[in-house]
């Protein structure tokens, strides 16, 4: 515990909107379950010595004492329950930073989940959002972390009753760590009964690492059997407790979709234990960094979730890795440049690829994963080649014929017998795409077309190139395909349709490479194709979308000469009268079918609106 030398100056501090909403929430809003409270503070604890003892590799100061402890103090006479540490610790700054705002997670969306949710699924939320620590305030009226940063001689206290202001004040505290003291609430007198707090840490944290101790007046005992749940035999660990661990690990409140429980031995021994979670993260439009965070551990002690334990098209995947063949003092270099680990990343990867065959198996469950982390899966086509085939197997499309999900071996097989390629039309949705011009002609041929709907899939057939000795091809980039598809069905141009065709192209010079009449349309009178040798057209959009540069590819507008609207601009044309406007409504409606915006759409709705009206 702490002791004042001198009486320090107090800093007042006012909470952000955010926090004092969100802290009313959690206090009023979960009240029932307030022994979540407890999981949450030392869950926080345990982090808190993970972070001190990986700091402690490249920083001798911050090396942690000869017997780290979580230790849990209870004074029933003056009503404390004090949690401590030998953590990392925060120094004036952090505790602002991590006590004083909310960075992750706004109070809209946490407001949103708990009125969504069950009643009994209201208490996993607070882990969910992030909140874990303001959860305290749930059983305390008054809440004083005293902290010192490892590496530091100066500590600090930060003091609340969770009503709109906080106070800093300069403190001493006897080594490195953290102090969170609790000023019961009088409704709340279970908390300061060891037995009842021993019990809540056997259900919520038993297989936390750092001893977690207990005192109560004279006596001391451990809270917790410590023991690594992915060291047991499978036969030993109940269903219940890998959900609990799973729940530690990835702050999800949900149940895997399936669970991995691996030991491996031979030239190098390693356990894994590794979850393909049953939901997508809420934070994961925040965290954007597209790298694998499963935990290694040497020797069952946590070293970092930055060693890349798998790649990055499998960074869905969240659990443990833990190995007898690396130093406990193993450095970051080393884990960029060690052969074991590399071996070990390669057996990881192929366990998970297996696991994901045997997951296939079951529809509904895979159709699930498809649904969640297809789109980050479909990157290892981008990324890499050694289990690209392995990855379009287990690839799962929306198709122009088929209901639900469609792979590339059934679509090989329902192939007409003078294909030769698969055929693909990307863009932004199932919806838009099955009711696409682009689908017409080879709808009218029995064609099957694969619809691609995320954005990976703009760029990783040009890297793959076939699959089954079959081309994968844009029908964007297939006019030649389809006319051999159709034989005998060929249109050659009029004297004046050429005309149309010529007049169009010194219209929209700047904005078409080439103006053409194509048998690919049924119903519709025009249409963009990618130009020869260039990008398909999706992967342009994309590519423009997110700002970055790529070669000009000015597309193809192709016409329809069987459409009523263009055998009367044939006419116009013929007769020498001005189809300036008309050859730009072309071109904006052909934009409009692939998802994009008119060039003007102002003058667009203006020349749409006097061509309807006359006026």
């Not at 909470?15 to 004092?20: N, Q």
């Not at 007046?217 to 047991?232: D, F, I, P, Q």
């Not at 192939?415 to 682009?438: C, F, R, T, V, W």
Request: net charge negative; charged share 30%; glycine share 6%.
């Amino acid at each position: 515990m702490s002791t004042e030398t001198s009486t320090p100056k107090e800093e007042q501090h006012q909470f952000s909107a955010e926090v004092e909403r969100l802290m009313d929430l959690v206090v009023h809003a979960l009240y029932s379950e307030r022994e979540i409270f407890l999981r949450e503070l030392i869950a926080n604890s345990a982090d808190a010595m993970d972070r001190r003892r990986f700091e402690a590799l490249t920083n001798e100061a911050c090396a942690l004492p000869a017997t780290p402890q979580i230790r849990l103090s209870v004074d029933k006479e003056a009503r404390l329950l004090t949690i401590s540490d030998d953590g990392v610790g925060m120094n004036k700054e952090e505790m602002i930073q991590n006590l004083g705002t909310i960075a992750r997670s706004g109070t809209r969306a946490f407001e949103k989940e708990l009125k969504d949710s069950k009643p009994e699924d209201r208490p996993n939320l607070i882990g969910q959002f992030g909140v874990g620590f303001y959860s305290a305030f749930m059983v305390a009226d008054k809440v004083e972390v005293i902290s010192r940063r490892a590496g530091s001689d100066e500590a600090w206290s930060w003091t609340s009753e969770g009503k709109g202001q906080y106070t800093l004040a300069q403190k001493t505290r006897e080594t490195a760590g953290t102090d969170i003291i609790l000023h019961i609430k009088s409704d709340a007198d279970e908390y300061l009964e060891s037995m009842r707090l021993e019990n809540i840490i056997r259900k919520w944290a038993d297989h936390i690492a750092w001893p977690i101790m207990i005192k109560q007046g004279e006596e001391e005992r451990s809270a917790n059997e410590g023991t690594a749940l992915w060291r047991k035999p499978r036969s030993e660990i109940t269903d219940e407790q890998l959900e609990d661990f799973y729940r530690h690990i990835t702050h999800l409140f949900d149940k895997p979709l399936a669970t991995l429980l691996w030991h491996a031995e031979g030239v190098f021994e390693f356990t894994s234990l590794l979850f393909i979670p049953g939901m997508i993260s809420p934070f994961a439009p925040v965290d954007q960094e597209r790298k694998s965070k499963v935990r290694l551990h040497v020797r069952r002690m946590f070293i970092t979730d930055e060693a890349e334990m798998l790649p990055a098209w499998l960074r869905f995947i969240q659990g443990i890795v833990d190995t007898e063949d690396l130093p406990l003092n193993v450095s970051r270099e080393m884990l960029q440049n060690t052969p074991v680990l590399a071996r070990i990343r390669k057996a990881l990867t192929n366990r998970v690829m297996s696991e994901l065959n045997k997951l296939s198996e079951d529809t509904e469950k895979y159709e699930k994963f498809w649904d969640l982390f297809g789109a980050i899966f479909k990157e290892g086509l981008w990324e890499n080649g050694e289990h690209a085939e392995s990855i379009l197997k287990l690839s799962r499309f929306y198709s122009s014929t088929q209901e639900g999900f469609t792979t590339l071996p059934d679509y090989v097989s329902r192939m007409k017998e003078d294909q030769e390629a698969i055929y693909y039309l990307a863009g932004d949705s199932k919806d838009i795409l099955a009711s696409s011009p682009q689908l017409e002609g080879f709808k009218a041929q029995g064609i099957e077309v694969l619809l691609f709907t995320d954005a990976v899939d703009a760029f990783w057939p040009d890297r793959v190139g076939k699959y089954a000795d079959k081309p994968l091809r844009s029908i964007t980039q297939a006019k030649e395909d389809l006319e051999k598809l159709m034989g005998d069905v060929e249109h050659v141009n009029s004297e004046e349709e050429e005309g149309l065709l010529k007049s169009l192209q010194e219209i929209l010079k700047d904005k078409v490479s080439e103006v053409r009449t194509t048998q690919r349309l049924v119903d519709s009178p025009v249409i963009l194709a990618a130009s020869a040798g260039g990008p398909d057209l999706q992967m342009q959009r994309l590519m423009r979308r997110n700002d970055k540069t790529m070669p000009t590819a000015t597309p193809v507008l192709e016409l329809n000469p069987n459409h009523p609207w263009i055998k009367s601009l044939v006419l116009k044309a013929k007769d020498g009268k001005d189809i300036n406007e008309e050859a730009a409504i072309l071109l904006d409606l052909a934009r409009v079918q692939d998802g994009e915006m008119p060039i003007d759409p102002t003058l667009f709705a203006r020349r749409i609106a006097t061509a309807l009206t006359g006026k």
